[in-house]
Each structure stands twice: as C-alpha cells, then as structure tokens.
C-alpha cells in the first residue's frame, strides 16, 4: 500500500476516493517513567529508547491506518497528517488521511 503526505502519487491518478482513514495509539503514563529510569542510554541529548518507543507508536497509528484503507477497498492513503498531542500524562500519535485506489504501477 502506498502511503503518502502528498495529494497525489506521481504517475498513478486517482480511480477512487474511499474516505478519511485515522489510525491512533496511546502510550501510557508508564512510558514515561521507563525513559526517565533508562536516562543513561541518553546520548548528545538524545533518548534512543523514547524514540524507539516514539516510532512504534507512530508505525503502530499508520498500520491501523492502513488496515482500515483496505477494508474500504483502497489501495493508497494520500494526504497523512501525524499528530502527537499528550492527554492526562499519555502520548497519543495519530495518523489520518484520504483513502482511495490508484491505477497500478505500469
């Protein structure tokens, strides 16, 4: 499935718009009790085991995102948007966009 920020995918025109797709994750409170106890893996001011966590949460948002596209049919998800917002001390990452099919690759 091709995903994508953009409007359009180059070279493959819109045969069908399917309707907005979201995918979210949460991750709880505890998360951030983890990174801090793990503040030695910090490097240059980097924490890799929060962006670790980061990035699971964000493939995790895309990944529901996709299965709900297929279900209604589509073959790509263009114009995504990834929001990360904090609620009562959780990271919510929440992806959406346009499901539609494209014309395959030729």
Same mark, same amino acid.
Request: net charge negative; glycine share 12%; proline share 0%.
């Given at each position: 499935m091709v995903v994508t920020t953009t409007p359009t995918v180059e070279g493959r025109p819109v045969r069908a718009y399917h309707g907005i797709v979201t995918g979210e994750t949460i991750l709880g409170? *505890? @998360? +951030?009790?983890? #990174? +801090?106890?793990?503040? $030695?893996? @910090?490097?240059?001011? $980097?924490? %890799? %085991?929060?962006?670790?966590?980061?990035?699971?949460?964000?493939?995790t948002a895309i990944g529901e995102m996709m299965a709900r596209a297929r279900d209604l049919?589509? *073959?790509?998800? #263009?114009?995504?948007?990834?929001?990360?917002?904090?609620? *009562? *001390?959780?990271?919510? #990452?929440s992806a959406s966009g346009t499901a539609v099919t494209i014309a395959e690759a030729g």
């Open positions: 409170a *505890n @998360i +951030f009790r983890d #990174v +801090f106890a793990g503040i $030695r893996d @910090i490097v240059g001011g $980097r924490s %890799a %085991a929060y962006e670790q966590s980061l990035a699971q949460a964000r493939e049919g589509g *073959n790509a998800i #263009v114009g995504v948007d990834l929001d990360y917002e904090v609620i *009562n *001390n959780m990271l919510m #990452v």
